[in-house]
T-cell receptor
Framework: DAGVIQSPRHEVTEMGQEVTLRCKPI?????LFWYRQTMMRGLELLIY????????DSGMPEDRFSAKMPNASFSTLKIQPSEPRDSAVYFCASSLGGLVVEQFFGPGTRLTVL | AQTVTQSQPEMSVQEAETVTLSCTYD???????LFWYKQPPSRQMILVIR??????QNATENRFSVNFQKAAKSFSLKISDSQLGDAAMYFCAFQGTGGFKTIFGAGTRLFVKA
């Protein structure tokens, strides 16, 4: 398997623009997680899905952020409108069932909002 | 609320030597799980080792081992026979049994000197 795939790897955008980050989890995995990593706040869980259903979105910073998982092989994290403080590395991770299993991380998307 | 503290922002070790990275956590739960993740310059997060709190025996994975002290809420990572490829950021992480909300520490950057 190719692992968790994220696109784009880098995104530079202007403040106020809409940004869409994409993730393809490992085939067969039923949990998908979105994380944000910054120097100030470290690695934060934003939201996670189980079988395409959002389970906990308490980490989503504000209404400008939204995430969807229309099917088992695709998820998006959207920021609209984007702000400079959204600049971070966004990771997607997936795992297979159970309560404590390894989360497989994607390579991340480095977002820069000017 | 659970917290994870890594008090060493940076550590350095000579190749082939042993290094220990510290991690403490705070929780009121009795059952939980602890992890060490490695993040090399490629940004890819990789699980190094995990420990179930109900297990008294310390986990070991090849050159990596942990010293889990439940009463002290301490979970240190020992890397033996350090290799240049071990150079990375290392994150300690906590996961309770109530869900998938994994709490990450701020990370320790490990340098390996040749």
């Amino acid at each position: 398997d190719a692992g968790v795939i994220q696109s784009p790897r880098h995104e530079v955008t202007e403040m106020g623009q809409e940004v869409t980050l994409r993730c393809k989890p490992i085939s067969g995995h039923d949990y998908l997680f979105w994380y944000r990593q910054t120097m100030m706040r470290g690695l934060e869980l934003l939201i996670y899905f189980n079988n395409n259903v959002p389970i906990d979105d308490s980490g989503m910073p504000e209404d400008r952020f939204s995430a969807k998982m229309p099917n088992a092989s695709f998820s998006t994290l959207k920021i609209q409108p984007s702000e400079p403080r959204d600049s971070a590395v966004y990771f997607c991770a997936s795992s297979l069932g159970g309560l404590v299993v390894e989360q497989f991380f994607g390579p991340g998307t480095r977002l820069t909002v000017l | 609320a659970q917290t994870v503290t890594q008090s060493q922002p940076e550590m350095s070790v000579q190749e082939a030597e042993t290094v220990t990275l510290s991690c403490t956590y705070d929780t009121s739960e009795s059952d939980y799980y602890l992890f060490w993740y490695k993040q090399p310059p490629s940004r890819q997060m990789i699980l190094v080792i995990r420990q179930e709190a109900y297990k008294q025996q310390n986990a070991t994975e090849n050159r990596f081992s942990v010293n889990f002290q439940k009463a002290a809420k301490s979970f240190s990572l020992k890397i033996s026979d350090s290799q240049l490829g071990d150079a990375a950021m290392y994150f300690c992480a906590f996961q309770g049994t109530g869900g998938f909300k994994t709490i990450f520490g701020a990370g320790t950057r490990l340098f390996v000197k040749a």
